[in-house]
């Protein structure tokens, strides 16, 4: 028996760790609660061995967190949970959930509370008086239902200090399992992006972890677990030169060996910082270059130049680094003057690997509140295809029956380009079929026993 359960749900894409439940895990054992974690991507139940694990388990508190595209598999894990113990108390927290703590718990029945924000210290609050018995009314942070209505109380304050919040607990779950591990950097996001929630989530001031905090977990993870392939997640790893600076110096100080990646922005980097990085391990850069028109970046929020862009990539190959560059279509002010533009520049550039996407309007961001604002339309409400490979909202100028050939045309042209990372397919984007399975079918594994 544990006092606290927390679920992963499914999804499709790169198989990465559940940090943030790790951090809502270290937090809790850091208060004497019991604690178990299950993520369905290493390996997905099915619906009568997750009702086992439950009546084993019997957890007081179900906590589950989600993603845009697989809330509603994260939905169908709470009605089951109350399904099969009705008692047990049943929370779900993330950036789609906070977004929306409104109309989630209006329409969700089976689901008790919400955790709106950073979750760690609500969250830990919010299980100590429930644990104890006394009422969560008050608990800051958290959105709830009193006399048939929803309460959305007063916001929880940001964590000041992130290394003040307890170690992540990587003990929950086969480590081996993931291929890549990841370590999170920073949280918070100053920019403007307007299909990015972050900010809305972590603030928009940012947050960096002491580096030395930051090796020392990967010294852990190189020593104790055995993984010598890190991806550093944080919306600013570059943000700050002397920070990238102290965090490399730390590494090679302590002859830690192993290699590692991270995401930031093409203003945000030197040629002399990537040399250091490459010195210290890093591999692979992702660059957010999102599209190769001044006027489109722009109205997508970004403040950079095409030249900037120039610059960081080939700054990033000189220092030998392979670079992925992520692009955004279907977007405001689009052409396919614009299109020609992007296609141009991603010749010009040396990038290894392209991933191309569909502008979404994921809800907290500026796109999902005021889309007219931007000429576009929301066409699609179905959260299962906010996947950023899915057309679910028409640019008003550029409507769908011009856009999707032009586009078509693209991503033929696309793969000719000889690249060492992702071919972006055509079919990966009009594909229907993209529903996540919530459980293991039942029935294939009862042919699977009788075959055997």
């Known amino acids: 028996m544990v006092e606290v359960l927390l679920i992963s749900p499914p999804f499709k894409g790169l198989l990465r760790e559940p940090v943030g439940l790790y951090y809502l895990a270290g937090a809790l ?10 993520d369905f991507n290493i390996e997905l139940p099915t619906r009568s061995v997750f009702h086992e694990h439950l009546q084993h388990l019997k957890p007081r508190i179900v906590g589950v967190t989600s993603y845009t595209f697989n809330f509603s598999v994260a939905k169908k894990i709470t009605e089951e949970t109350k399904r099969v113990e009705p008692k047990t108390v049943t929370v779900l927290g993330g950036v789609h959930a906070s977004a929306l703590s409104n109309e989630i718990l209006r329409e969700t029945p089976a689901l008790d509370f919400i955790v709106v924000g950073e979750g760690e210290v609500t969250f830990l609050e919010m299980c100590r008086k429930i644990l104890d018995g006394e009422t969560v009314e008050d608990v800051r942070g958290l959105a709830l239902r009193k006399d048939r209505k929803v309460i959305v109380n007063s916001p929880r304050e940001l964590v000041k200090s992130l290394d003040d919040l307890p170690t992540p607990n990587r003990e929950l779950l086969p480590i081996e399992k993931y291929p890549v591990v990841s370590v999170q950097t920073s949280r918070g996001c100053p920019y403007n992006c307007i299909f990015c929630n972050i900010n809305r989530f972590y603030g928009r001031r940012i947050r960096l972890r002491d580096p030395n905090k930051v090796v020392e977990e ?9 993984r010598d392939r890190i991806y550093f997640f944080g919306d600013a790893f570059t943000f700050k030169s002397d920070w990238v600076e102290e965090f490399c110096d730390e590494v090679l100080r302590k002859r830690l060996k192993f290699v590692w990646g991270c995401e930031t922005r093409v203003d945000n980097v030197s040629l002399p910082m990537l040399r250091k990085m490459k010195k210290a391990g890093c591999s692979e850069i992702q660059y957010g270059i999102d599209y190769g028109d001044e006027k489109i970046l722009r109205n997508l929020g970004k403040d950079f130049s095409t030249g900037t862009v120039s610059d960081a990539v080939g700054w990033a190959k000189k220092a030998g680094l392979f670079v992925d560059a992520f692009f955004i279509f279907n977007v405001p002010g689009e052409d396919e003057g614009t299109m020609e533009n992007t296609f141009n520049l991603i010749q010009r550039v040396p990038v290894d690997g392209i991933e191309v996407n569909l502008l979404t309007p994921y ?30 909202m028409e640019n008003l100028t550029f409507p769908k029956n011009k856009f999707v050939p032009a586009f078509k045309i693209l991503l033929k042209r696309l793969n000719l380009i000889p690249t060492l990372g992702y071919y972006p397919e055509i079919y990966d984007f009009l594909k229907k079929d993209i529903k996540l399975q919530s459980w293991k079918d039942e029935r294939h594994w009862i042919k699977s026993l009788l075959r055997l």
């Not at 054992?29 to 299950?38: D, K, Q, R």
């Not at 990967?218 to 055995?226: F, I, N, Q």
């Open 29 to 38: 054992n850091s208060e004497g609660i019991s604690t178990a974690l299950m």
């Open 218 to 226: 990967c010294a852990l993870l190189v020593g104790k677990y055995k």
């Open 363 to 392: 809800p907290g961001t500026p796109l999902w509140d005021n889309p007219e604002k931007f000429g576009m339309r929301i066409i699609d409400h179905n959260f299962d295809y906010y996947t950023t490979k899915k057309y679910v």
